[in-house]
Nanobody
Framework: QVQVVESGGGLVQAGGSLRLSCIVSGLTFDDYAMGWFRQAPGKEREGVSYISPNGGISGYAAFVKGRFTISRDNAKNTLYLEMNSLKPEDTASYYC??????????????????WGQGTQVTVSS
């Protein structure tokens, strides 16, 4: 059974930083591209960042580029998202997801197969 568990969310002031982690079990982690998504109340889920199975390719949504960094440790089956210069508009539930296909770079939620339950990030002004 595949399990995807996010952690590291919390309350932070604008300009602050957080590091999210996502531990995956029940699949061969380095066979899967990984992505981070987020969803704010009343809004659709949106893609934040992706990383290829071996970590060599990554990409970001324009609204986080230069502030967030995605990484993975395949030996630990863990995905990370380092978030700096946080803004109130970054407030959302953040989700980790796994995709074994080749369209992961499109950051479309429909292509990702396995999802975590999310971790809440709240940025105060």
């Amino acid at each position: 059974q595949v399990q995807v568990v996010e952690s590291g969310g919390g309350l932070v002031q604008a300009g602050g930083s957080l590091r999210l982690s996502c531990i995956v079990s029940g699949l061969t982690f380095d066979d899967y591209a990984m992505g981070w998504f987020r969803q704010a109340p009343g809004k659709e889920r949106e893609g934040v960042s992706y990383i290829s199975p071996n970590g060599g390719i990554s990409g970001y949504a324009a609204f986080v580029k230069g502030r967030f960094t995605i990484s993975r440790d395949n030996a630990k089956n863990t995905l990370y998202l380092e978030m700096n210069s946080l803004k109130p508009e970054d407030t959302a539930s953040y989700y980790c997801a796994a995709d074994r296909g080749t369209n992961y770079y499109m950051l479309s939620a429909r292509t990702y197969t396995y999802w975590g339950q999310g971790t809440q990030v709240t940025v105060s002004s």
